[in-house]
């Protein structure tokens, strides 16, 4: 990664059932509860997410008329001290 700019390694918008995204959701997070770490699959691509050192949960609900969007993103930096508790 050079100065500010971020390098996006893996971006996936796909259509989904409510009952697809919930069980997402459930094994990502059964993962990172017993592992510290799930993998994101697309098109035979694979990517491990393994947040560690200091972390942060930011979910933000947005609505522009009939659209709505909810966003859970998990930021960290590795090495940086242990993980936050979120609650």
Do not use: C
Request: no cysteine; glycine share 12%; charged share 30%.
């Amino acid at each position: 990664m050079s100065g500010n700019k971020a390098d996006v390694v893996f971006i996936s918008k796909e259509s989904r059932s409510v009952d697809e995204i919930g069980r997402f959701l459930v094994t990502a997070g059964e993962k990172l509860i017993e592992t510290g770490t799930f993998t994101v699959v697309q098109g035979g691509r694979e990517i491990e997410v393994s947040p560690s050192g200091s972390t942060k949960l930011e979910l933000k609900y947005k609505n522009k008329g009939y659209k709505h969007e909810f966003e859970i993103e998990i930021e960290w930096r590795p090495g940086s001290g242990p993980g936050v508790d979120i609650k």
